[in-house]
Antibody, heavy 119, light 107 residues
Framework: EVQLVESGGGLVQPGGSLRLSCAAS????????MDWVRQAPGKGLEWVGR??????????EYAASVKGRFTISRDDSKNSMYLQMNSLKTEDTAVYYC??????????WGQGTTVTVSS | DIQMTQSPSSLSASVGDRVTITCRAS??????LNWYQQKPGKAPEVLIY???NLQSGVPSRFTGSGSGTDFTLTISSLQPEDFATYYC?????????FGQGTRLDIK
């Protein structure tokens, strides 16, 4: 079964850091680019960033709202992707989804992990 | 950045109705347009990719059309399980922005 499972969410104070993980199974992880998408409470979907595969030099791109604060990485040997979030703001409060990119569509989504930034 | 605008933002309909949701891009995205469905408390799921291609396992009552800047998602005969929020997303260029969503409620 193709599956993505996020972990690492929680409550953090403004200015703090958090690292999310995404564990993939059921497919060849190294073949795919992977994205993070988030959804603030009661709001729509917001793309956070992308980590491309080895064939594309593992390049990363970020939304302007998180650039310089968030870093996406992956470990193909562990079939895992990570989102390091620093200098967190209250507006980063959201459910964070790990997604699989497949020919220009996000065709597999994890169940999401909740990040709450509050004092 | 390419901006995506959906209309309407919300819609009430009945089981058996035909429903159309539109999505407009701020510039041409050819057919790099995807549609997702999200039910409350669940992750989104892809319905349509590349404007008009039905994702495997998605019922044929869902159809997508359009190219350039204007796109539509049509549900031919609403079923109870179709009441959800729908998002379009362009994949022509990063950032691959989403529309603001269309909430489809039961009338």
């Amino acid at each position: 079964e193709v599956q993505l499972v996020e972990s690492g969410g929680g409550l953090v104070q403004p200015g703090g850091s958090l690292r999310l993980s995404c564990a993939a199974s059921g497919f060849t992880f190294s073949d795919h680019y992977m994205d993070w998408v988030r959804q603030a409470p009661g709001k729509g979907l917001e793309w956070v960033g992308r980590n491309r595969n080895k064939d594309n030099s593992y390049t990363t791109e970020y939304a302007a709202s998180v650039k310089g604060r968030f870093t996406i990485s992956r470990d193909d040997s562990k079939n895992s992707m990570y989102l390091q979030m620093n200098s967190l703001k209250t507006e980063d409060t959201a459910v964070y989804y790990c997604t699989r990119g497949n020919y220009d569509v996000l065709d597999v989504w994890g169940q999401g992990t909740t990040v709450t930034v509050s004092s | 950045d390419i901006q995506m605008t959906q209309s309407p933002s919300s819609l009430s309909a009945s089981v058996g109705d035909r429903v159309t949701i539109t999505c407009r891009a701020s510039q041409s995205i050819t057919t790099y347009l995807n549609w997702y469905q999200q039910k409350p408390g669940k992750a989104p799921e892809v319905l349509i990719y590349a404007a008009s291609n039905l994702q495997s396992g998605v019922p044929s009552r869902f159809t997508g059309s359009g190219s350039g800047t204007d796109f539509t998602l049509t549900i031919s005969s609403l079923q109870p399980e179709d009441f959800a929020t729908y998002y379009c997303q362009q994949s022509y260029r990063t950032p691959p922005n989403f529309g603001q969503g269309t909430r489809l409620d039961i009338k």
